[in-house]
């Protein structure tokens, strides 16, 4: 398996300023929280323009090719401008964050059931609403417990206490 050019390059990086694994995990956050700032304004100003079924076309995956590019475009720029980074090395962060944290929002929208109420709601309020839980629950997929160590359990059955299958303390 071919290893991405990039990862040696952060790992790099991260050596020469003298970072550890753990510190790496607090500059993905950031990374990630400012991905999914620029994703959401131009989300939001989308809505605000009155293009709500763009938004929804576009989190579903059935935008038009044009304007699913025109989109991509815009939260690309806006990321670029937040990250501060230059040349070849925010490109590949750009290249490397936005389809993960994208992917991200469109599953956190499919596992809660908002993509389907954002197509319903015709409203600016509601919808700008309904980005800001969408926003919430994706961040929540990218970040389950910051700072704690916590592991996000998948959909299995809960753990029994020990004694409670035998009816009593032995």
């Given at each position: 398996?071919?290893?991405?050019?990039?990862?040696?390059?952060?790992?790099?990086?991260?050596?020469?300023?003298?970072?550890?694994?753990?510190?790496?995990?607090?500059?993905f956050r950031r990374l990630a929280a400012r991905a999914l700032d620029a994703v959401q304004e131009v989300l939001r100003a989308e809505v605000e323009k009155g293009n709500f079924r763009l938004v929804a076309d576009f989190l579903s995956n059935k935008a038009m090719?044009?304007?699913?590019v025109l989109l991509l475009e815009r939260m690309s720029v806006r990321l670029l401008a937040r990250l501060g980074l230059r040349g070849a090395l925010a490109s590949n962060v750009v290249g490397w964050v936005l389809p993960f944290v994208l992917e991200k929002l469109v599953v956190?929208?499919?596992k809660s059931g908002l993509l389907d109420k954002?197509?319903?709601?015709?409203t600016v309020g509601e919808t700008l609403g309904r980005l800001d839980e969408l926003r919430l629950a994706a961040w929540h997929l990218l970040v389950p417990d910051p700072?704690?160590?916590?592991?996000?359990?998948?959909?299995?059955?809960p753990a029994q206490l020990p004694g409670a299958a035998g009816g009593g303390p032995a």
């Amino acid at each position: 398996m071919k290893t991405p050019a990039l990862f040696p390059f952060v790992a790099r990086a991260a050596r020469h300023t003298g970072l550890t694994a753990w510190q790496t995990g607090h500059l993905f956050r950031r990374l990630a929280a400012r991905a999914l700032d620029a994703v959401q304004e131009v989300l939001r100003a989308e809505v605000e323009k009155g293009n709500f079924r763009l938004v929804a076309d576009f989190l579903s995956n059935k935008a038009m090719p044009a304007a699913r590019v025109l989109l991509l475009e815009r939260m690309s720029v806006r990321l670029l401008a937040r990250l501060g980074l230059r040349g070849a090395l925010a490109s590949n962060v750009v290249g490397w964050v936005l389809p993960f944290v994208l992917e991200k929002l469109v599953v956190a929208g499919l596992k809660s059931g908002l993509l389907d109420k954002l197509k319903t709601n015709p409203t600016v309020g509601e919808t700008l609403g309904r980005l800001d839980e969408l926003r919430l629950a994706a961040w929540h997929l990218l970040v389950p417990d910051p700072g704690s160590s916590a592991e996000l359990i998948g959909d299995e059955a809960p753990a029994q206490l020990p004694g409670a299958a035998g009816g009593g303390p032995a």
